[in-house]
């Protein structure tokens, strides 16, 4: 199995890690490896969202795109309220 080292960790957060890890009956390696599996599933749930939201604006299909007004005008619109 790979091993990962992690230099020039702030204190502070070494000892979060620590706390979380007793909490949960884990190691501080085994908590490690549990919060950075969290995290990357996070991310790809994040980027298959943001793809299946695009899939479903482009099967949209919008029509007389030329009316809608510039998103430049909007902003200006709002600021001067």
Known sequence: MPL????????????????????????IAQETVVLLKKALHYQEERGARRRSVLEEIKAQRLLNTNCFPSPADLIREERDK
Do not use: D, I, T
């Open 4 to 27: 990962l080292q992690v230099r020039n960790m702030p204190a502070g957060l070494y000892e979060a890690l620590s706390r979380v890890a007793a909490s949960e009956h884990r190691s």
